[in-house]
């Protein structure tokens, strides 16, 4: 979901190649990467590779994190006991693959603090569908069916990403991911199936608003994303924006009519000749406005793990003056 | 901006999933002593899982070698793991970066 | 609006719901935490904490339904009592994190929680109800960790930096007092010590004491002088903060009457 904010990196990180010696490291390293061989931490790899690896792999990491909270807004007013575990063990498992990917980035030679500071900051961007409100219980169903249904096409591709310790990360990531998507369906569909008709309702009012900020997930379509191109050819990206929203589309379409919702696009329909449903326009001028900083909730989302992390300081700095205390304790014994 | 200095440690962890297997590398976390670090990693790596082995080491007492670049066995300053940041004490004058 | 239920008056399951309801109220603080830990490992730890605290309320509720005889399930046990009819201690529902508590409030709650249920999972691994036995075979590990983890946590703090030690007091001053109706023992006790149900929660003191102090001691904290204050929380009557928690916990079971989930 996070190659959303690939697309949008500066290209002007490039720098000319130095010497003969680095030109033949290049060489072999495309020759890897054509053959569809893994980079590990310490291969040399061109400073671009490391730099764009850093950013989509540290934004990734941050989109989980703050991914925590749009959720967490609702364990404490979840309906009943059953729903309230799953829903804790869903964000559990969001800080988990924070972790995995924040791990990934740190082999290419960034530090958590650092990576932390330029999400505070304002620097490093994090997926643009977390600064949506969930504004209803049926809102936590629809995250886990159309926001996770959209991460895990991202992602299932990511598995094959050739820098290793981020396709490994991925794998643990996809394994846990499909819990997911299946537990947001079924909350929706025990809803619809035998729920009231004021809890019918209330899934469609989330379905309604939470659409099409899904198809944005994907990032802007093909021809404004400069930046996927090199991107493919370094196998950090293999499926395109458009090719990736088509095929969530054609999915969801699906399982919606298996749920009873509509979807708030009177322009789908199922296109025989193309064997894909045509959908409407998607508005990136809204896009555009979330990403830029102007979405209902990117303040609060920001401020909140602001907050966390100042409000902590005290609390990890405790614990490393204990960690020391302890090792002079021991030294001196 | 960031002084990592007053980051926790960095921890790579290993962990055998069951009597039989090796010990997995499985990827990294921060914790500030060996014994939350153990924790950590079988709370985040394993959910507790009961007959899971875990190792944590901290990542910079880790040695390193790598086959196919064989004039990096002869540059001590590159026996650690990956370039984290922290694993290299740069003087105080420089060590914001 | 979905109407609340009733229980019946019997002292069994008043003291089951005492267990029960320590665990979903303190649950459901901890898990304000979600989110907003002071670093993301922490998070993970506290979230595992809340969900094997909701796991032992549900095996418990689920129980004190069947003993009800009027088949109530766990959702309606924890979603739809009057607040007098909730049996938790006082500690579990004090303010937490949303109201701007800090982590040395939180580790302390906890040590103080978990090492008193800890002893008593420990001592209902011999109840005469099979079922009870049964739940305290799983919980006792669980209440372990959870003790082991805040010992350690209020040892780091308390030994850690002049700020986090000066938060570990300002928290006992607070905390400590709400310590003594985790033993006040009445006839739920004395007919559970009968029946072979369970221990009196008085019976638990002299560990539990035993326990804090030896880990205050090694955290360089000293425990406040006892005081006089006597929260009834188990009895019922509660402290203004549980009616707003309950108002938030019950909301949508309370609003989407024959709702199903």
């Known amino acids: ?333 | 901006m960031s002084n990592t200095q007053n980051e926790w440690p960095l921890w790579e962890v290993f962990v055998r999933p069951k009597a039989g297997l090796d010990h997995k590398h499985c990827g990294s976390l921060h914790a500030p002593d060996p014994k939350m670090a153990l924790q950590m990693a079988r709370e985040v790596y394993t959910r507790r899982l009961e007959g899971t082995s875990v190792w944590v080491v901290r990542s910079d007492q880790i040695v390193a070698s790598d086959p196919a670049d064989k004039d990096m066995l002869f540059d001590p300053a590159e026996d650690k793991v990956y370039r984290h940041p922290t694993f290299y004490e740069l003087p105080e004058a420089v060590n914001h970066m | 609006m979905t109407p609340s239920i009733q229980i019946p008056a019997d002292l069994r399951l008043r003291y089951l719901l005492r267990l029960a309801d320590a665990c979903l109220i303190h649950a459901q603080r901890q898990s304000e935490w979600c989110g907003h830990g002071p670093i993301i490992e922490e998070d993970m730890a506290l979230t595992n904490m809340s969900l094997d605290l909701i796991g032992q309320a549900r095996a418990v509720l689920t129980h004190v339904g069947q003993l009800s005889g009027k088949g109530y399930d766990e959702d309606q046990l924890a979603f739809l009592r009057e607040e007098r009819d909730y049996l938790n201690p006082t500690l579990v529902e004090l303010p937490g994190r949303k109201a701007g508590r800090d982590f040395a409030d939180a580790m302390l709650r906890n040590l103080m929680v978990a090492t008193w249920m800890h002893l008593w999972w420990q001592r209902l691994q011999a109840s005469g109800d099979t079922e009870v036995a049964a739940i305290a075979g799983k919980a006792v590990k669980e209440a372990r960790y959870h003790r082991e983890h805040a010992s350690d946590w209020v040892i780091r703090l308390g030994d850690g930096s002049d700020e986090s030690a000066r938060r570990m007091r300002d928290a006992l001053a607070r905390l400590w007092p709400y310590g003594t109706e985790l033993f006040a023992a009445d006839e739920a006790d004395a007919a559970a010590v009968a029946s072979g149900l369970g221990p009196s929660r008085a019976d638990l003191q002299p560990d539990w004491t035993a326990a804090m102090l030896a880990v205050l001691a090694e955290a360089k904290l000293a425990a406040p002088a006892p005081s006089k204050f006597v929260p009834t929380g188990s009895q019922g009557v509660h402290s203004e903060h549980l009616g707003y928690m309950l108002a938030e916990m019950q909301y949508l079971q309370r609003a989407y009457p024959g709702g199903k989930w």
């Not at chain 1, 007013?77 to 990917?101: M, N, V």
């Not at chain 1, 603090?113 to 049926?138: C, E």
């Open chain 1, 1 to 333: 979901m996070y190659t959303q904010m690939m697309d949008m990196a500066p290209a002007d990180e490039r720098k000319p190649l130095r010497s003969a010696e680095e030109h033949e490291l290049e060489t072999r390293f495309d020759a890897r990467i054509d053959e569809g061989g893994f980079i590990e931490a310490k291969d040399w790899m061109p400073e671009h590779y490391r730099k764009t690896l850093v950013r989509q792999i540290s934004q990734h990491a941050h989109s989980e994190i703050v991914g925590m909270l749009p959720e967490g807004n609702w364990v404490t007013r979840a309906p009943t006991l059953k729903r309230k575990a799953i829903l804790l063990a869903k964000i559990q498992d969001e800080g988990g693959h924070g972790l995995y990917l924040y791990a990934a980035a740190e082999t290419l030679g960034t530090s958590r603090d650092q990576m932390v500071d330029a999400l505070h900051s304002g620097k490093a961007k994090y997926s643009s569908i977390f600064n949506y409100p969930t504004l209803n219980w049926a809102d936590v169903g629809v995250v886990g069916w159309l926001v996770d249904g959209a991460a895990i096409m991202n992602q299932i591709p990511l598995c094959r990403c050739s820098y290793a310790p981020y396709a490994r990360a991925m794998i643990r990531v996809c394994k846990e991911e499909s819990f997911h998507q299946r537990q947001g369906f079924d909350a929706l569909n025990v809803m619809m199936r035998e729920g009231t008709d004021a809890q019918r309702a209330m899934v469609q009012d989330a379905v309604n608003r939470w659409w099409w900020p899904s198809l944005m997930m994907f990032g802007p379509p093909d021809a404004e994303s400069p930046n996927s191109a090199q991107s493919m050819r370094w196998g950090i990206k293999r499926i395109s924006n458009d090719d990736l929203r088509q095929k969530f589309i054609d999915a969801t379409a699906e399982q919606a009519k298996v749920l009873g919702v509509t979807l708030p696009d009177p322009l789908l329909k199922w296109n025989a000749q193309r064997e894909h449903y045509d959908f409407g326009p998607i508005d990136w001028s809204e896009f555009w406005r979330v990403v830029g900083g102007e979405g209902a909730c990117n303040r609060e989302r920001l401020a909140d793990r602001v907050s966390a992390w100042d409000n902590g300081a005290w609390v990890r700095d405790a614990a490393l003056a204990h960690a020391r205390k302890q090792q002079t304790q021991a030294q001196a014994a």
